[in-house]
Protein backbone atom coordinates (compact mmCIF):
# COMPACT_ATOMS: atom_id res chain seq x y z
CA UNK A 1 0.00 0.00 0.00
CA UNK A 2 1.15 3.82 -0.99
CA UNK A 3 2.50 5.90 2.19
CA UNK A 4 0.26 8.83 2.68
CA UNK A 5 2.24 12.03 2.28
CA UNK A 6 2.35 13.95 5.29
CA UNK A 7 3.58 17.79 5.96
CA UNK A 8 3.91 19.73 9.23
CA UNK A 9 2.66 23.67 8.11
CA UNK A 10 3.00 25.04 11.61
CA UNK A 11 2.61 23.57 15.28
CA UNK A 12 -1.18 22.77 15.18
CA UNK A 13 -1.66 22.35 11.73
CA UNK A 14 -1.10 19.41 9.09
CA UNK A 15 -1.14 18.66 5.24
CA UNK A 16 -1.74 15.53 4.44
CA UNK A 17 -2.28 14.34 0.65
CA UNK A 18 -3.85 11.71 -1.01
CA UNK A 19 -4.37 12.63 -4.44
CA UNK A 20 -3.91 9.36 -6.78
CA UNK A 21 -5.78 7.46 -3.65
CA UNK A 22 -8.37 6.06 -5.10
CA UNK A 23 -12.24 6.23 -4.26
CA UNK A 24 -13.10 5.40 -1.41
CA UNK A 25 -9.41 5.29 0.70
CA UNK A 26 -9.69 8.66 1.29
CA UNK A 27 -13.01 8.33 3.43
CA UNK A 28 -11.41 5.49 5.11
CA UNK A 29 -7.99 6.93 5.89
CA UNK A 30 -9.80 10.27 7.65
CA UNK A 31 -10.97 8.25 10.82
CA UNK A 32 -7.38 7.47 11.63
CA UNK A 33 -5.58 10.77 10.69
CA UNK A 34 -7.95 12.42 13.11
CA UNK A 35 -7.22 10.23 15.58
CA UNK A 36 -3.30 11.08 15.24
CA UNK A 37 -4.49 15.02 15.86
CA UNK A 38 -4.79 16.78 19.14
CA UNK A 39 -7.51 18.70 19.85
CA UNK A 40 -7.52 22.23 18.54
CA UNK A 41 -5.35 21.30 15.70
CA UNK A 42 -5.87 21.46 11.76
CA UNK A 43 -5.66 19.26 8.94
CA UNK A 44 -5.88 19.89 5.45
CA UNK A 45 -6.61 17.44 3.13
CA UNK A 46 -5.19 17.06 -0.50
CA UNK A 47 -7.74 14.90 -2.50
CA UNK A 48 -8.83 14.05 -6.24
CA UNK A 49 -11.24 11.08 -5.52
CA UNK A 50 -14.79 12.55 -6.99
CA UNK A 51 -16.16 10.92 -4.10
CA UNK A 52 -14.07 12.56 -0.97
CA UNK A 53 -15.70 16.25 -1.18
CA UNK A 54 -19.04 14.94 0.23
CA UNK A 55 -17.69 11.69 2.24
CA UNK A 56 -14.98 12.97 3.99
CA UNK A 57 -16.50 15.78 5.99
CA UNK A 58 -19.42 13.28 7.05
CA UNK A 59 -17.01 11.12 8.67
CA UNK A 60 -14.81 13.82 10.33
CA UNK A 61 -18.07 15.51 11.70
CA UNK A 62 -18.98 11.95 13.08
CA UNK A 63 -15.93 12.20 15.05
CA UNK A 64 -16.81 16.24 16.46
CA UNK A 65 -14.55 17.98 14.06
CA UNK A 66 -15.22 21.01 12.62
CA UNK A 67 -15.05 20.91 8.26
CA UNK A 68 -15.23 25.11 7.48
CA UNK A 69 -14.02 24.80 4.23
CA UNK A 70 -14.01 22.63 0.96
CA UNK A 71 -12.13 24.12 -1.69
CA UNK A 72 -11.86 23.35 -5.50
CA UNK A 73 -8.08 23.92 -5.66
CA UNK A 74 -7.52 22.36 -9.30
CA UNK A 75 -9.62 20.29 -11.96
CA UNK A 76 -10.42 17.49 -9.70
CA UNK A 77 -8.60 18.38 -6.98
CA UNK A 78 -10.19 19.75 -3.31
CA UNK A 79 -8.36 20.53 0.13
CA UNK A 80 -11.19 19.66 2.62
CA UNK A 81 -10.25 21.52 5.60
CA UNK A 82 -10.22 19.60 8.63
CA UNK A 83 -10.56 21.04 12.68
CA UNK A 84 -10.37 18.73 15.42
Do not use: F
Not at 27 to 33: D, H, I, M, P, T
Amino acid sequence: MRKIKTSKISDKHYQVDMRGWVCPYPKYAVESLVKKLNNGNQMDLLVDCPSAPDDVPRVAQAMGCNVPEIIRIGGGEWKIVIIK
